[in-house]
T-cell receptor
Framework: GAVVSQHPSWVICKSGTSVKIECRSL??????MFWYRQFPKQSLMLMAT?????????EQGVEKDKFLINHASLTLSTLTVTSAHPEDSSFYIC????????????FGSGTRLTVV | AQSVTQPDIHITVSEGASLELRCNYS??????LFWYVQSPGQGLQLLLK??????LVQGIKGFEAEFKRSQSSFNLRKPSVHWSDAAEYFC?????????FGAGTRLTVKP
């Protein structure tokens, strides 16, 4: 149980275009989801926290106009990278907080974004 | 400042040897503690977690971790490493609904 499905697994896009990444909770309701960015051989950096039905909370230094987060339902959160540039190329991972056997965070399988 | 530290960036062990990955945290109170494993190009899989109670926690794949309050540590151990354990390992803390990760330790397993 507590599975998060992230799609797509990888995407290549041209500079200036926008890319949407979806994160779905398959068998539970996720009122809170998190978006992380991971550079090669580095740790996960929290980008933003999204709460269903309200605006996302962004970490310091994250451009909210570039990384649009929408959490319109209890099972879906999306991250849209707008006007993508090569420096946006990265591995993006979503996670959801679950309360099964105490606190836990379950993670999506990640999305490799390459901007060319 | 609050932080999670994994002192070892890269560790190499022989298959069958024991393993210990270090994790230290710096928080005012004991946070919730986690160990995750990540294979290349994949998301994170939870190995084990500590909230309270018994300080020796058993996880999946034969891993265990011991919480030591006096040392602010939560080291991950495995008595006999398998080649399939080669991956990136992350220690994480959850404090005030905020989860933060250590820098990660890359494990290489020699035949």
């Amino acid at each position: 149980g507590a599975v998060v499905s992230q799609h797509p697994s990888w995407v290549i896009c041209k500079s200036g275009t926008s890319v949407k990444i979806e994160c779905r909770s398959l068998d539970f309701q996720a009122t809170t989801m998190f978006w992380y960015r991971q550079f090669p051989k580095q740790s996960l950096m929290l980008m933003a926290t999204s709460n269903e039905g309200s605006k996302a909370t962004y970490e310091q230094g994250v451009e909210k106009d570039k990384f649009l987060i929408n959490h319109a339902s209890l099972t879906l959160s999306t991250l849209t990278v707008t006007s993508a540039h090569p420096e946006d190329s990265s591995f993006y991972i979503c996670s959801a907080r679950v309360e099964i056997d105490g606190y836990g965070y379950t993670f999506g399988s990640g999305t490799r974004l390459t901007v060319v | 400042a609050q932080s999670v530290t994994q002192p070892d960036i890269h560790i190499t062990v022989s298959e069958g040897a024991s393993l210990e990955l270090r994790c230290n945290y710096s928080y005012g109170a004991t946070p919730y503690l986690f160990w995750y494993v990540q294979s290349p190009g994949q998301g994170l899989q939870l190995l084990l977690k500590y909230f309270s109670g018994d300080t020796l926690v058993q996880g999946i794949k034969g891993f265990e971790a011991e919480f030591k309050r006096s040392q602010s540590s939560f080291n991950l151990r495995k008595p006999s490493v398998h080649w399939s354990d080669a991956a990136e390992y992350f220690c994480a803390v959850l404090y005030n609904n905020d989860m933060r990760f250590g820098a990660g330790t890359r494990l290489t397993v020699k035949p």
